[in-house]
């Protein structure tokens, strides 16, 4: 594997970006990062800098990215050791099970970056891990007597189609995120699900254990960009999980009105503070805003009944089931789906032939809601979540 910036730009991250071939060699330690950025002046390769937009526009029409940097090429470093990890013929490289530990524990290191601070550096994360969950393995099937043989993503060795012939070989295109990985890829992914916060949101189903929605919560204060996850969750076939996703990740920030914070014993010492979550009633109007209007947009697309048809046991599932019928006590806040209160009546007349169909599925679909959810988790949404949304004075 290269070692120079332009070659590991070439082989491994255009790539990763702009699909094709993806060249996995040898674990990058450290020193190879640090070689790298004595040649960051490839950094501005045009090729690059046209794939990380492309993909950027994938979700949003006009992205602003900031200029690759250190951090960007640290990410690369800690997605490709991601893949090393997974390779079938990694034990070619180091039989010591010590030394990969070490690798372990520096691609880990290297993919835990603060958070982002703007939407721009969410993006420009999630450029490069959107593309990491998206690959797509073409693995070589060969039929035996024995069964089945797959190669994974790797071509059948010559003596192989000696001995096999061209007969009962077939070529099997599969999604790289639903395979097994290994254990080490498989916590490594999640350190990478971790530092981009925003891939995260618009793959809930695939986050990491213990992720918040909250993580990414200068997406939430982004319009275009809250507008492109709510179509792309809309897009998802299982759309009611992925709101129950989100919304079961949300709630744990949430304090729940019914448990009494525990009381250490005596003589026990507090519990280190963790990981404070901006819980600020903008960035929760964000996140509830938008898993109201994937709701709406599934009425739009008269699909919402069919996918709310049975009640779930999933707490996530339920309160975002539930989260629709809170809109008479928050839409002063966060707005509604069929418009903002107080709109003058001009505005509104001029909507009503247009708008009275779809306020009517509107009003049928929150009555079946209302039907379905019980009123118990609406109740405690109202005691828990509302008041941290609709401050009063």
């Not at 690798?103 to 450029?127: I, K, N, Q, Y």
């Not at 009962?168 to 639903?178: A, F």
């Not at 792309?232 to 076939?237: F, I, L, M």
Request: glycine share 8%.
């Amino acid at each position: 594997m290269a070692r120079s910036l332009s070659e590991f730009v070439e082989m491994f991250v255009l790539p990763l970006l702009g699909g094709g071939p993806l060249s996995v060699g040898p674990p990058m330690r450290p020193r190879d990062r640090e070689l790298m950025l004595d040649q960051a002046g490839e950094l501005s390769d045009p090729r690059l800098r046209f794939l990380r937009m492309r993909r950027a526009q994938l979700l949003v029409a006009d992205p602003s990215l900031p200029d690759p940097d250190a951090d960007e090429l640290t990410l690369w470093i800690g997605l490709h050791n991601v893949l090393v990890f997974d390779h079938p013929d990694r034990r070619r490289v180091w039989s010591r099970q010590a030394a990969w530990r070490r690798v372990e524990g520096a691609t880990r290191s290297m993919l835990t970056l603060p958070r982002p601070e703007s939407c721009a550096e969410a993006l420009v994360r999630h450029v490069s891990v959107g593309a990491l969950v998206e690959l797509r393995r073409e693995d070589t099937v060969v039929a035996t007597p024995a069964g089945e043989l797959r190669t994974q993503g790797q071509p059948l060795p010559r003596r192989g189609l000696r001995l096999l012939g061209t007969e009962g070989i077939r070529q099997d295109v599969v999604g790289w995120l639903e395979q097994p990985h290994a254990p080490e890829a498989q916590r490594m992914l999640e350190d990478a699900m971790r530092c981009s916060p925003l891939t995260s949101v618009v793959m809930p189903l695939h986050a990491p254990p213990g992720w918040s929605p909250l993580w990414a919560a200068e997406v939430f204060s982004d319009r275009a960009l809250v507008r492109a996850i709510c179509h792309r969750w809309a897009r998802q076939r299982d759309w009611v999980a992925v709101g129950g996703a989100v919304a079961g990740a949300l709630l744990p920030s949430i304090p729940d009105p019914d448990r009494a914070a525990p009381v250490p014993a005596e003589g026990q010492p507090l519990a280190l503070p963790g990981l404070v979550l901006p819980t600020d009633p903008t960035v929760l109007s964000g996140v509830v805003g938008a898993l109201c209007h994937l709701h709406f947009l599934k009425v739009l697309e008269l699909d919402a009944r069919l996918g709310v048809a049975a009640v779930s046991r999933d707490p996530g599932v339920t309160a975002f089931l539930a989260l629709p019928l809170l809109l008479p006590y928050l839409s002063e806040t966060i707005g509604s789906p069929l418009g903002f209160p107080g709109e003058s009546d001009e505005a509104l007349g001029s909507r009503d032939r247009v708008d009275a169909p779809i306020a009517r599925r509107w009003t049928e679909y929150l009555d079946h809601l209302q039907e379905l959810v019980p009123r118990s988790a609406v109740d405690k949404l109202l005691a828990s979540l509302v008041p941290r949304i609709v401050q009063t004075s």
